[in-house]
RNA sequence: GCCACCCUAGCUCAGCUGGUAGAGCAACUGAUUCGUAAUCAGUAGGUCGUCGGUUCAAGUCCGAUGGGUGGCUCCA
């Protein structure tokens, strides 16, 4: 037999036998490396223990501290769900497939007479743990295509077949544990034993291979850790990630609700969460003029035959809603772009104006799927910071980079982290290469500039230009869209939209569509997990309310409110006969960053003594000196 | 839209295998005037999401429908 040599992570260089597995070095290392070991790494593929190496290579060993080692923990635990399942279930159930994912996992199944209801969860829970302590060995085997199709067609997984089909590889690898056969690239790990810490944590319907015209199966949605307190801990962190779920806090800090009879996706804003929203619009609104845009207004609807110019009708209908007055039909915006199209169509443009900036504050309407619904993450309703630049090809690049410009500092402002995508030309689009090309450049030229990382996502672009993608996160890690930026080409293209060029003749100009928070919705969602309801001082609905200690100071107290009040500070005064520690704590509950606290110390000295919603008492200060703390922080975005 | 689950007082929740509803907080009333996260006592409040069915009898079982939750598909 050949020798072959493996190269440690510590540089040694270990001459071994061809066929000698990991599991064999990690023992020629130290017995407790060789029990500890999840997998492997050879050359930069992840492999099983187990495996023969027959070729010289870089070897090293996976154990729990490997950043990998999570990730081959839960695939390995999907196999054991599976495997519980199906001994459990048996010729019911078929298995599909069975990744790891971001904090767990979850195990596809096709059945037709079982439904799995989460009262099952203990009964597979118990399972898992019955064949983990059995210790089995998880072994791969290798066989030809024809074999592993012959193999799975005869156990009546029909699902596997058609993966094994589609795989279109000569052999494929299949791993075994007890009676459990699954296809799988693997790597796992080397016993079922390893499993000590999992958890189903939801159910969930999902299509087959995310195709809407297929077969539903069911998903069960598990978590595994390599130890039971890594599992608590991740649980605890799940509890604390509800706690600054925006429905809730939007309930509890009196923003919002949601009614049934006015209908699915349609919030009605109170007077906390009203006040939140106009404070965020009047910052956009200065904002935009301080980088040159222009406010516009449009109409809420629009005839119909216009949406069918735009092409809206033929490719958004059914997100739309219609009425008819008249015999006319009108179609309630879904987008901006349209009104701004004819504001720009209503006189001649000159390449010297160009580009022209138009902002809306605009209300659109979308009929959502009702199933996709959340909160004020998904409405069917809302406001978004749209605007439309209208501009030169050779603008492209600057105007792009502008707005990318105006993302970075809104987030900085709101210390929101963001992930960034670019979208380019997918397969059925309209424009021209040199078009897209440009306009793909420009976008990928201003995300370098940013200095950001950024995702490029192939061919998912819209049908009529490439577009950046910028995602905030919720409270539980869901990203949610809000900023884009995209290139247009079809709607200058569609309606017409022209200047006259230096050159005396009409030109094309080329549209950029782009949103900086998105939603306002959508945004205060995300702010309101963001900040766990406790918002800084400039966003704060009520910034500060006035709280006496006993009747006595009431006119005072009733007076340092209307002097507060008059100065542009959006205070509450409760003057109720209540004691001064309740006060506190209802302020506190609702998240007040200031309580004024009034006595007669206070009173005499004309003052007031400030405490932070952190519990820190501030030195007693004048209204005057308050007004001026306010002003400077609400300035400084704090 | 699809799959599963949920829907009891304003909120959070109890209500066993069917025998026409209960708590805490909030609200209201009264007493208490009390300096940094809950003063005490009392009162009121629900045709158990809606419609239909089974049953002598349904919050509890079945069906439909509305809304919600977690996903899938889609998307700001």
């Given amino acids: 037999m050949a020798d072959v040599q493996i190269e440690l992570p510590d540089g040694s260089v270990k001459q071994v036998h061809s066929g000698t597995t990991p599991h064999d070095i990690a023992l020629s290392i130290s017995e407790g490396l060789a029990r500890q070991s999840l997998a492997a790494r050879f050359n930069d593929q992840l492999i099983d223990l187990t495996r023969p190496l027959d070729t010289s290579g870089k070897l090293a060993l996976i154990t729990p501290n490997s950043p990998e080692a999570l990730e081959i923990i839960r695939h390995s635990c999907a196999h054991l769900m599976a495997q519980a399942v199906k001994e459990l279930y048996g010729d019911e159930v078929q298995v599909t ?44 085997e290798v066989m030809t295509r024809h074999a592993a199709v012959d193999l799975f067609r005869e156990m009546g997984e029909t699902y596997k077949v058609e993966l094994i089909e589609d795989l279109g590889e000569e ?9 459990f056969v699954d296809l799988c690239r693997g790597p796992h790990v080397p016993r079922t034993g390893v499993h000590k ?70 919030v009605l804003w109170h007077p906390k969460g009203a006040m939140l929203r106009t404070i965020i619009e009047d ?17 809420q609807i629009l005839k119909t035959d216009l949406w069918k110019m735009s092409g809206h009708y033929e490719n958004y209908r059914e997100n739309m809603y219609f009425t008819e007055v008249d015999e006319q039909g009108y179609g309630i915006k879904p987008m901006n772009c349209l009104a701004h199209m004819l504001i720009y169509k209503s006189k001649p443009r ?25 909160g004020l993450l998904r409405v069917r309703g809302f406001t978004q910071d749209d605007a439309h630049i209208i501009c030169r090809p050779d603008q492209i690049d600057a ?21 960034m995508e670019l979208s380019t030309r997918p397969d059925k689009s309209i424009g021209s290469d040199a078009d897209w090309e440009q ?104 910034q500060a309310i006035v709280l006496n200690v006993t009747d006595n100071q009431a006119d005072y107290a009733q007076e340092v409110y209307e002097q507060l009040r008059s100065a542009g500070v959006r205070v509450e005064v409760d003057l109720r006969n209540e004691k001064l520690g309740f006060k506190i704590r209802e302020a506190q509950v609702a998240k007040i960053p200031y309580m004024l606290v009034i006595g007669d110390r206070e009173m005499e000295q ?33």
């Avoid at 497939?97 to 969860?121: C, L, Q, W």
């Avoid at 052999?171 to 009676?179: A, E, H, K, N």
């Fill in 606 to 638: 004309r003052t007031v003594a400030p405490r932070f919603r952190d519990g820190k008492n501030l030195e007693p200060v004048s209204v005057d000196d308050f007004v001026a703390f306010v002003a400077a922080e609400t300035a400084a975005f704090k």
């Fill in 439 to 542: 306009a793909t450049k420009a976008l990928r030229s201003a995300l370098e500039d940013s200095g950001q990382p950024f995702e490029i996502n192939e061919g998912d672009g819209a049908f009529y230009g490439p577009k950046i993608d910028v995602k905030l996160k919720d409270a539980l890690d869901r990203e949610w869209q809000c900023a884009t930026i995209q290139c247009d080409f079809t709607l200058p293209e569609r309606f017409d939209l022209t200047y006259v060029g230096a050159d005396g003749e009409k030109h094309r100009p080329v549209m950029l569509h782009r949103v900086i928070v998105g939603s306002i919705e959508r945004f205060i969602g995300v702010l309101i997990e963001h900040y766990a309801g406790s918002f800084p001082l400039w966003l704060s609905p009520v």
């Fill in 350 to 374: 000159s390449y010297r104006n160009l580009p022209v900036r138009y902002f809306e504050l605009g209300t659109v309407h979308r009929h959502e799927k009702s199933g996709v619904l959340h």
């Fill in 171 to 179: 052999t494929v690898s299949l791993y075994r544990q007890g009676d």
């Fill in 399 to 419: 105007e792009v980079k502008g707005v990318m410009r105006f993302v970075q500092d809104v987030a900085g402002i709101f210390g929101f982290d963001y992930t």
């Fill in 97 to 140: 497939i069975g990744p790891a994912i971001k904090d767990g996992f979850y195990y596809d199944f096709y059945s037709e007479s079982k439904t799995f209801v989460p009262e099952d969860f203990p009964v597979i829970e118990a399972k898992m743990a019955e064949l983990a302590k059995q210790d089995q060995p998880v072994t791969r």
């Fill in 197 to 266: 810490a999992f958890k189903l944590t939801s159910l969930a319907g999902a299509y087959w291979r995310g195709d809407e015209h297929n077969a539903m199966l069911q998903r069960i949605y598990a978590t595994a850790f390599l130890n039971k307190k890594d599992l608590k801990a991740h649980l605890e962190r799940l509890e604390e990630a509800r706690k600054r779920d925006h429905r809730k806090l939007g309930r509890e800090l009196d923003l919002f609700s949601f009614n049934e009879e006015a209908g699915g996706g349609l």
């Fill in 283 to 299: 910052f956009e609104r200065k904002e935009h003029l301080k980088r040159g845009y222009d406010i516009v207004v449009g109409p």
